[in-house]
């Protein structure tokens, strides 16, 4: 094994092993993750950026277009998410279940900052295993995030996008603990609505 230095974009980079981890975040609304649309803007990146893995945040029991798309180019997929029959064992259960749920919190974006961060530790935990450039397609909300955990844990950011563009820059309106879930629901909820 041997050490390589990498410049990008004023950053200093070492790698201990053949190659750095490369990624390329694509951030979409959860309503328009399956349509063609996305589907078509991931195969412009895939063919821009010489995507090796794709992966997606898309916890469900059927495929999405994304994956149907991968398999049909040959690409490899993961689905990266937490199912919900998951969350406990991660300590998430609470939170995720309550942002779902909650009347008080429909329609706000919502950042959860111990359940989504956990989610986003373990999306990246998969990814980091396949080797070449990864696009990861999630929630619009998550690409400021997951783009800093990629770089602090040494990985290379390509490129950040979003589908439509007009969500690129969007930040939460609230970010949430766990404590400040609880004094959120109690100010702003029906205690019976939860």
């Known amino acids: 094994m ?15 092993g053949d190659t750095l981890k490369e990624y390329l ?30 992966a997606e945040e898309y916890p469900c ?8 798309m991968a398999a049909r180019r040959h690409i490899p997929y993961l689905q990266v998410d937490l199912f919900p029959d998951e969350w406990s064992a991660h300590g998430i259960d609470w939170e995720m279940r309550t942002r779902s749920n909650a009347p008080c919190l429909q329609g706000i974006d919502v950042r959860l900052s111990h359940a989504d961060s ?3 530790h373990f999306w990246l935990d998969k990814v980091e295993s396949a080797l070449g450039r990864a696009l990861i397609i999630c929630g619009y909300l998550h690409l400021d ?23 690129l820059g969007t930040t939460p309106t609230l970010t949430l603990s766990p404590d400040e879930l609880t004094k959120y629901l109690r100010e702003h909820c029906d205690v019976d609505q939860i």
Request: with cysteine.
């Open 145 to 167: 995030f997951l783009a800093g955990s990629i770089r602090a844990g040494g990985g290379i950011v390509v490129d950040k996008c979003a589908f439509p563009s007009s969500l």
């Open 118 to 120: 956990v989610r986003e």
């Open 2 to 16: 041997y050490t390589r230095v990498y410049i990008s974009r004023d950053r200093l980079y070492l790698n201990f």
């Open 61 to 68: 029991d059927d495929k999405s277009r994304v994956c149907a």
């Open 25 to 54: 975040i694509l951030g979409t609304s959860h309503t328009s993750q399956d349509s063609l649309q996305l589907e078509s803007s991931a195969v412009a990146l895939i063919d821009k950026y010489k995507i090796s893995l794709v």
